[in-house]
């Protein structure tokens, strides 16, 4: 079982860039397709982007092009960089893995295929 630890998240300004961090512990990122998530107030929680095993990933329309996520197996640790951050961006952000599926490029947008959840890390976006 995987624990989950995300960080990174603050107040910044339109245009300024972010980079969230997801630590796994009990368990190593790499045997997992992992996802981030969001959720702004009053919203529900949608998925932003996900790699799978295998590296391919993927982003929601509102966030390609300014964001990638990327996984280092050494540090254990999954990525969210965001740039030219917008005040839409505000929200909780959400770690998740899931192992549904054996397929080295599962990944699934769903959070309802999302075993495992992080706590979550505010991002705020001033205009």
């Known amino acids: 079982q995987v624990q989950l630890v995300e960080s990174g998240g603050g107040l910044v300004q339109a245009g300024d860039s972010l980079r969230l961090s997801c630590a796994a512990s009990?368990?190593?990122?790499?045997?997992?397709?992992m996802g981030w998530f969001r959720q702004a107030p009053g919203k529900e929680r949608e998925c932003v982007a996900t790699?799978?095993?295998?590296?391919?990933?993927y982003y929601t329309e509102s966030v390609k092009g300014r964001s990638t996520i990327t996984r280092d197996n050494a540090e254990n640790t999954v990525y969210l960089q965001m740039n030219s951050l917008k005040p839409e961006d505000t929200a909780v952000y959400y770690c998740?893995?899931?192992?549904?599926?054996?397929?080295?490029?599962?990944?699934?947008?769903?959070?309802?295929?999302?075993?495992?959840w992080g706590q979550g890390t505010q991002v705020t976006v001033s205009s």
């Open positions: 998740a893995a899931t192992r549904r599926s054996s397929r080295t490029y599962y990944f699934s947008t769903r959070r309802d295929d999302y075993d495992y």
């Open positions: 009990g368990s190593t990122v790499s045997s997992y397709a």
């Open positions: 790699i799978s095993r295998g590296g391919n990933t």
